[in-house]
């Protein structure tokens, strides 16, 4: 059995990494033991997998590595569950790198892995630790698109829940109920919600209660906001919904911002602040900022401040700490 410590020789760096890791946070060192293949494991695994031995915490696990790039979650998912199986160890899947969207997989099918330097996430072991992600070639899927995350949102704020088909949804979030489709298509895709037809209408269903909803959305979620723009001019503050940092204060015990921010969606930018000669630019002092948003907040609210889950979206990774444990109050406050 090898013991893995500061640097030691390492015939498999992924194995090392991640039993280095695992023994910085969990405070103690974590063994490892290369096995070979368990006994009636099909051909194609036992290829396809390294597997370990390993104790963490006094407790057996068997880790499995890929050998190669196989990128489809899907399978691994399959593969896993036969290795389940074959033995009677928590499996724990050794991973590289991860993406947003497999992570987000893995966590809904409460799939155990480790991903050195990035989360060690072992159920079994009550074990959930994230620090930041390191990931492979990032694209847009990685993330939820801003019509599906305020389809999202819609469901866990409670807006309406009588509304399920496309049509009902759009006219609360007002957006086109093609737009809605195409959210309830990435909403299936990312398995946070299925997708029924019952007649000619299209019915979405979300799959888990509304905490551990938001849960497994964390990975996929990303800030509503597209600009922010420094304001001058017109007659008056404008009739908009307090948003950003000031609306953060409002909700939290974040001290508020000297500026004042108000949040719009961004199609409406362009006419909104030529119908009351509001100036965007480098004034000296701007008299307050709007940030535009992908979607509507006035979709999401019924009052005068944006609604919790966008600013939670927005600030809860934030390089500020004072301003990501206030976006962490929200969370908490959040009407489950």
Not at 183 to 194: K, P, R, S, T, Y
Not at 309 to 319: C, R, V
Request: charged residues 25%.
């Amino acid at each position: 059995m090898l013991e893995f410590e500061r640097n030691p020789p390492d015939p498999q760096p992924l194995a090392g990494k991640i039993a280095r890791y695992a023994s910085q946070v969990m405070h103690a060192p974590m063994s490892v033991v290369q096995e070979a293949p368990l006994p009636g494991l099909p051909i194609f695994l036992a290829r396809a997998y390294s597997f370990y031995e390993v104790d963490i915490a006094g407790r057996t696990c068997l880790l499995m590595t890929p050998t190669d790039d196989n990128d489809n979650t899907g399978d691994v998912i399959k593969h896993v569950r036969l290795v389940e199986g074959q033995t009677q160890f928590t499996v724990i899947l050794g991973l590289p790198a991860l993406s947003a969207r497999d992570r987000a997989r893995l966590i809904g099918h409460r799939m155990s892995f480790i991903v050195p330097g990035n989360q060690f996430y072992v159920p079994d072991l009550g074990v959930d630790l994230r620090e930041y992600f390191r990931t492979y070639k990032a694209s847009s899927t990685d993330a939820l698109s801003p019509a599906a995350q305020a389809v999202l949102f819609h469901h866990l704020l409670r807006r309406n829940e009588r509304a399920t088909t496309p049509s009902e949804i759009a006219a609360d979030l007002r957006y086109s109920p093609m737009s809605v489709g195409r959210a309830f298509d990435d909403l299936v895709a990312a398995e946070l919600a299925v997708s029924e037809k019952h007649g000619r209408e299209r019915h979405l269903q979300f799959r888990d209660d509304r905490r551990d909803l938001l849960d497994r959305a964390l990975p996929l979620l990303r800030s509503p906001v597209r600009s922010r723009k420094m304001v001058w001019g017109g007659q008056r503050r404008p009739r908009l919904l307090l948003g950003g940092e000031t609306a953060l204060a409002e909700m939290t015990d974040l001290s508020p911002p000297r500026l004042v921010t108000y949040a719009l969606a961004a199609t409406e930018w362009r006419s909104f602040s030529a119908r009351h000669n509001y100036r965007e630019g480098d004034a000296q002092e701007p008299e307050f900022a709007v940030e535009t948003w992908s979607y509507d907040p006035a979709g999401l609210s019924d009052e005068e401040i944006v609604d919790p889950l966008s600013l939670y979206a927005q600030f809860h990774d934030h390089e500020d700490a004072r301003v990501r444990m206030a976006a962490e109050q929200l969370r908490e406050r959040a009407v489950w």
